[in-house]
């Protein structure tokens, strides 16, 4: 069974860093396309920053420079780190996973968490 689990939100001052975990089971994570992802209330869930299986990165326009998304093979654990953040970041955050089989695509999501930046 494949399970996502994000860890690392919190209250963060506005210029201040966190660092999003999301531990998986049930998948290898490098060997799957990957995803972190945002949503405010009342709003649709948004990309932030994507890694596919080989590597290679994708951010939305707003958070490059200063957003990384990176990858721990011997933990099987992806992470987000944010820097310089602002009010407007407050929001939800949820991995996620894209898994291949036979042809067809599975997307599995993480249960979320909040990062509030705020004075």
């Known amino acids: 069974q494949v399970q996502l689990v994000e860890s690392g939100g919190g209250l963060v001052q506005p210029g201040g860093s966190l660092r999003l975990s999301c531990a998986a089971s049930g998948i290898i994570i490098r060997g799957n396309n990957m995803g972190w992802y945002r949503q405010a209330p009342g709003k649709e869930r948004e990309l932030v920053a994507r890694m596919t299986s080989a590597g290679t990165t994708n951010y939305v326009d707003s958070v490059k420079g200063l957003f990384t998304i990176s990858r721990d093979n011997a933990k099987n654990t992806m992470y987000l780190q944010m820097n310089s953040l602002k009010p407007e970041d407050t929001v939800v955050y949820y991995c996620?996973?894209?898994?291949?089989?036979?042809?067809?695509?599975?997307?599995?999501w993480g249960q979320g968490t909040q990062v509030t930046v705020s004075s």
């Open positions: 996620k996973a894209v898994i291949s089989v036979f042809g067809r695509s599975y997307d599995y």
